[in-house]
């Protein structure tokens, strides 16, 4: 009785020691190989196209999606007074509008064909400078970013979505980016507002590091789309994002 239970206590510690170097080993290839195997993202290609419209500076989801309290830019350059960044509800961020526009944001969705996503839900003008607003959007949407062009403008929509490990992945939100990386060049992406279909075919994926505003520039002339997540996938050390123009508009029935 004594040897069986001691035989059954052995068994429990190897499958435990197992588990833990095969999730360690995990950890590692995905942290240290996979993520270092992606392409760095080419800065200049979206540099050349889109004059900065953010401000340098730290802060929310990572250093990158900074929001300035200061003040704003307009259309033309100008610079223009600052607004009101106080805390909101999360009810009310997903359902804010901008107030120049006529836009339902309850109707807005993302399909992404390649990753198998299908009219995803996006809750638009999402301050990024705060962390308790848009981590808690991010549980029941993919975000847009505030200040970033709206589906079908001329600019960039920006918008960014959580991800985690490709072994703890579930059917949700939590980590409806997290396969990001496998979006190809010349891939599209659908982003549908009330009866309308924008069709955004990709044309620059890659790495880049916390810090590169450069990304959430908005064009002068072009119609762009960005998708961004965190890179390795339930980490924070990198994004990855996905860059793609604006190829075709659809009027549904």
């Known amino acids: 009785m004594i040897e069986e239970r001691f035989k059954f206590k052995k068994l429990v510690g190897v499958i435990l020691v197992t588990v833990g170097v095969v999730g360690v080993s995990y950890l590692g ?5 996979w993520s270092r195997t992606l392409p760095t993202f080419p800065q200049e290609n979206v540099l050349k196209d889109a004059p900065s419209f953010y401000a340098d500076k730290g802060g929310g989801f990572g250093e990158m999606l900074s929001d300035n309290k200061e003040d704003g830019v307009g259309e033309t350059g100008e610079t223009l007074p600052g607004e009101s960044t106080a805390l909101l509800p999360i009810d009310r961020v997903l359902g804010a509008q901008d107030n120049d526009a006529d836009y339902d944001t309850g109707s807005v969705r993302l399909t992404i064909p390649r990753l198998n996503i299908d009219n995803a839900k996006v809750a638009l003008d999402v301050n990024g400078d705060d962390e308790r607003i848009y981590d808690g959007v991010l549980t029941q949407a993919v975000a847009h970013l505030k200040k970033s062009a709206y589906p079908g403008q001329v600019g960039n929509v920006f918008l960014f979505g959580h991800s985690m490990l490709p072994l ?7 980590s409806i980016f997290t396969n990001l990386p496998k979006v190809k060049t010349g891939d599209v992406v659908r982003v ?4 309308t279909v924008y069709t955004y075919q990709i044309s620059q994926t890659g790495v880049v590091e916390p810090s590169d505003v450069f ?6 002339t072009k119609r762009m789309i960005t998708l961004m997540t965190c890179i390795p996938p339930g980490f924070s050390s990198n994004r990855y994002i996905t860059v793609g123009e604006l190829i075709n508009v659809e009027e549904l029935n």
């Open 29 to 33: 290839w995905t942290f240290f190989v």
């Open 168 to 174: 703890l992945t579930t059917n949700n939100y939590e």
């Open 192 to 195: 549908t507002q009330n009866n």
């Open 215 to 220: 990304i959430m520039n908005q064009p002068q």
